[in-house]
T-cell receptor
Framework: EIVMTQSPLSLPVTPGEPASMSCRSS???????????LDWYLQRPGQSPQLLIS???NRASGVPDRFRGSGTGTDFTLTISSVEAEDVGVYYC?????????FGPGTKVEIK | QVHLVQSGNDVKKPGSSLKVSCKTV????????INWVRQAPGQGLEWMGK????????VYAPKFRGRITITADKSASTSYLELGSLSSDDTAVYYC?????????????WGQGTLITVSS
């Protein structure tokens, strides 16, 4: 079974500043079709998770362009170019390559 | 736009079973997998299993095998999660989720969540 790890687990941020977080998979998520099967989700306090990024770098519909996913294989990064107050919450990465879906432990983003 | 509408919160006794429903509104049902994910208080996301309604195929996480059943009623565009032998460790918010495109494991759409509290 694939194991997902994330770092840091807690990330204090300053509005207007950039922020980044890391996700690592125990096996490559690069499919033979050339796509990385890695998703990023944001769960705001008291809300359901929402998809931000699929296939490593594809922003979901309606997701602001300040969110950018990058990486390949086993190492991935989510970058927020300029943090806004509404970006607080827990960010989860998830491998979508195979069943079962496995989520990372999450990175909690809070305003300093 | 696809919406997943879940049944309401509930309280269950230890040793009993839960049943949560998830109705797909505004999009195709049978061709797209419905995943079930839970979140214990203050904890992360835990995938439990999924069903592909068109072929009635299910896959369950090993942790839950033996006490989980996921079903789908195609005529009602609704999936059901049943979990038996409940203990306090099963107190959680239960979510259903499905992909935008059939055949993929992404969780593009999520239900609003159903809080199940297991308490005597």
């Amino acid at each position: 079974e694939i194991v997902m790890t994330q770092s840091p687990l807690s990330l204090p941020v300053t509005p207007g500043e950039p922020a980044s977080m890391s996700c690592r998979s125990s096996r490559s998520l690069l499919h033979t079709d050339g796509s990385n099967y890695l998703d990023w989700y944001l769960q705001r306090p008291g809300q359901s998770p929402q998809l931000l990024i699929s296939f490593g770098s594809n922003r979901a519909s309606g997701v602001p362009d300040r969110f950018r996913g990058s990486g390949t294989g086993t190492d991935f990064t989510l970058t927020i170019s300029s943090v806004e107050a509404e970006d607080v919450g827990v960010y989860y990465c998830m491998q979508a390559l195979q069943t079962p879906s496995i989520f990372g432990p999450g990175t909690k983003v809070e305003i300093k | 736009q696809v919406h997943l509408v879940q049944s309401g919160n509930d309280v269950k006794k230890p040793g009993s079973s839960l049943k949560v429903s998830c109705k797909t509104v505004g999009g195709p049902f049978s061709s797209h997998a419905i995943n079930w994910v839970r979140q214990a208080p203050g904890q992360g996301l835990e995938w439990m299993g999924k069903i592909i309604p068109v072929i009635s195929a299910t896959v369950y996480a090993p942790k839950f095998r033996g006490r989980i059943t996921i079903t789908a009623d195609k005529s009602a565009s609704t999936s059901y999660l049943e979990l038996g032998s409940l203990s306090s460790d099963d107190t959680a918010v239960y979510y259903c989720a499905r992909p935008l495109r059939a055949g993929f494991n992404n969780h593009d759409y999520w239900g609003q969540g159903t809080l199940i509290t297991v308490s005597s």
